[in-house]
């Protein structure tokens, strides 16, 4: 079974600051791999997914992830944060194949200062 | 709205009662999962339908939970008995899968407490 580490579980930033919240799965084979955000009072949406194909991956509203498979890792990175990205975010896997079968990591929450 | 309704939005129940939730997905979707999300903890993966079949259970789905999905549009979550241990936000996704699976979409959940 496959399973999501993610490390930080929160963190506080003021605006214009750079994130990197760290994601890390435990799974033998081919994965897909997910973030979504949760923004308070708000139902789950999707940030980025990777599939296949190049390991950087853009989002929306200028988040990014990088696969990197030897380290079993999907960091997601925003270079700028600002108020509105305080949210809770949640990375996820699914193996190849189980589509929307979801295994998430326990999630992070984000608060951007004013 | 066209998005993932679900009903209730919140259900306060008593220990040992049965509690049913309901789930209606986006009209084109075929697929749909159930997850359970706890205070502090990501969506635990509970079922999955393609149309109205029951393709995957988690064994986190105790005998006491049954889902259905009668005619492969809304689906039902029941619980039968609740325990104290089955508080918690239950979410509902579907999708459009055909060869290949696109992204799932969320509904706002209905949190469930047993008092």
């Known amino acids: 079974a496959q399973s999501v580490s993610q490390h930080n579980h929160h963190v506080i930033l003021s605006e214009a600051a750079s994130l990197e919240l760290g994601c890390n799965y435990s799974?033998?084979?081919?994965?897909?791999l997910f973030w979504y955000v949760q923004y308070p009072g708000q139902h789950l949406q999707l940030l980025l997914k990777?599939?296949?194909?190049?390991?950087l991956v853009k989002g929306i509203k200028g988040f990014e992830a990088e696969f990197i498979k030897s380290k079993f890792s999907f960091n997601l990175r925003k270079p700028s944060v600002q108020w509105s990205d305080t949210a809770e975010y949640f990375c996820?896997?699914?193996?190849?194949?189980?589509?929307?079968?979801?295994?998430f990591g326990g999630g992070t929450r984000l608060m951007v200062k004013p | 709205d066209t998005g993932v309704s679900q009903n209730p939005r919140h259900k306060i129940t008593k220990r040992g009662q049965n509690v049913t939730f309901r789930c209606d997905p986006i009209?084109?979707?075929?697929?749909l999962y159930w997850y359970r999300q706890t205070l502090g903890q990501g969506p635990e993966f509970l079922t999955y339908?393609?149309?109205?079949?029951?393709?995957?259970k988690s064994r986190l789905l105790s005998d006491r939970f049954s889902a259905e999905r009668p005619k492969g549009s809304f689906s039902t979550l029941e619980i039968q008995r609740t325990e104290q241990g089955d508080s918690a936000m239950y979410l509902c996704?579907?999708?459009?899968?055909?060869?290949?699976?696109?992204?799932?979409?969320f509904g706002q959940g209905t949190r469930l407490t047993v008092v």
């Open positions: 996704a579907s999708s459009l899968g055909l060869r290949q699976d696109t992204e799932a979409f």
């Open positions: 799974y033998g084979g081919t994965v897909n």
């Open positions: 990777y599939f296949s194909g190049d390991p």
């Open positions: 996820a896997v699914s193996p190849l194949g189980a589509g929307n079968m979801l295994t």
């Open positions: 009209s084109e979707h075929n697929r």
């Open positions: 339908f393609q149309n109205e079949a029951q393709l995957e």
